[in-house]
């Protein structure tokens, strides 16, 4: 049976270390903004679970929330008065928006410096080349979570399964980029398509497989190498029920196991308040220790 990965546990871990951290420093002045368009109410409880984990460790929060009849100029706007503030550290576009609204336009007016969701073009780009910059979060907690229960990275073979920008190409990057990942890459990564043919094989050769197709439970037990580690990224809502990508089954084959709910999830949260923090730090809120703010995955 597989070594269950808790993405709920190591977000606590986390996310008390940096309260930790702002309450030995005097509780400084580090804020964190957030830009909501409209009613979706998805959405609205994302925000809302970012912002009690913000509030927990002792960070301010400003969320914008504006209207579902917003216009591009509204949104991009607001955008920019919070990338111009001085006293805001940390901002999260939470997409999706609304139908008619251009988010990278919108997330092209976030400073990279400020950008701790780490998905706009500039950080990306970052990512690629492996330079400083802030980390996605869901891909940056994953390798954490890995990293935590001691599963190799270097020299196994990865595969992942889907091709979206939100995780499965940034990760398939820092799985392969000891520089983009922090030291933790250096994998020999496959990226396929959920309905590429061979996919089965593929998996069944890998020593980790991360699934991010929104096909529920696409993946299933004897696609799984015994012992190999699986990530469960991918979400579908069925009869109400949120059903990941990968079959549960596939966790009596694994050797270790992030379920979905309960594994990479959890870490997106915990990811964007470090990267926050790392923010207020190159800031000068907190003295830049190491000079890698963001960087840290």
């Not at 949104?75 to 251009?102: T, W």
């Not at 059903?243 to 009596?252: I, M, Q, R």
């Not at 949260?269 to 923090?277: D, F, G």
Request: a negative charge; charged letters at 20%.
């Amino acid at each position: 049976m597989a070594t269950i990965l808790d993405g709920r546990a190591r977000r606590d871990e986390i996310l008390e270390s940096l309260r930790a951290e702002l309450a030995a420093a005097g509780r400084p002045a580090v804020t964190f903004a957030t830009v909501l368009v409209g009613d979706d109410e998805a959405s609205i409880r994302y925000v809302g679970l970012k912002h009690r984990a913000a509030e927990h460790i002792g960070v301010t929060v400003r969320g914008v929330h504006l209207p579902e009849a917003a216009t591009q100029a509204d949104l991009e706007e607001q955008v920019a008065a919070l990338s111009a503030d001085p006293e805001v550290h940390g901002i999260l576009l939470q997409l999706p928006l609304p139908g008619g609204l251009d988010d990278s336009a919108a997330a092209a007016r976030i400073d990279p410096a400020k950008d701790v969701d780490g998905m706009t073009a500039v950080s990306l780009g970052r990512l690629v080349l492996g330079v400083p910059g802030h980390r996605p979060c869901t891909a940056a907690g994953i390798l954490d979570l890995l990293d935590r229960h001691h599963v190799q990275l270097a020299g196994r073979r990865a595969v992942v399964v889907g091709r979206g920008a939100m995780v499965a190409l940034p990760l398939a990057t820092m799985l392969a980029s000891p520089v983009a990942a922090g030291g933790r890459g250096c994998a020999a990564v496959t990226v396929l398509d959920p309905g590429a043919p061979g996919l089965a094989n593929a998996c069944r050769t890998a020593d980790l497989v991360v699934a991010d197709a929104g096909r529920p439970h696409l993946v299933r037990a004897d696609w799984i190498r015994p012992g190999a580690a699986v990530v469960d990224v991918g979400a579908s809502f069925v009869d109400g029920r949120l059903l990941g990508d990968v079959d549960p089954s596939a966790a009596g084959v694994a050797g270790a196991f992030a379920p979905n709910p309960g594994g990479a999830g959890p870490m997106t949260v915990a990811l964007l308040l470090r990267n926050t923090v790392d923010a207020a730090r190159s800031a000068g809120v907190l003295g830049d220790r190491d000079g890698l703010a963001g960087v840290r995955g």
